[in-house]
């Protein structure tokens, strides 16, 4: 079995709750050169955010989301970066919206479409 990996890498954090995930995910996108992919609300009042790019930039992403996650409040559960994400692993990322566009527990929404 071979194995193929992009060079894309992705990062996700997971909060307890809405605000300290746009939190984060404001300071991941103004910290550097990544694209927002999509946020999805896990259940139990979870939400995660992922993010794209050069590994590099999606690990400066991910450390000021995370810290600016904290400083909301104890809103931070876990962050964490793949660098090269296997091509399997693609085909279970966001890629199109919610149909309703609701944000109900489970909804995936790709906010790059």
Known sequence: ?????????????????LVPAIE????MTKAAEVRLIGRQFVGGGYVT????????????AVRAGADAC???????IAAHII???HNEVENILPTQPSASGAGRDGDVTDLAA
């Open 70 to 76: 904290e400083r909301v409040g104890d809103g931070l």
């Open 83 to 85: 660098a090269r994400v």
């Open 1 to 17: 079995m071979t194995s193929t990996a992009t060079g894309i890498a992705l990062g996700m954090i997971e909060t307890r709750g």
């Open 24 to 27: 984060a995910a404001d300071a």
């Open 49 to 60: 955010v992922l993010v794209r790019g050069e590994t590099g930039a999606v690990n400066a």
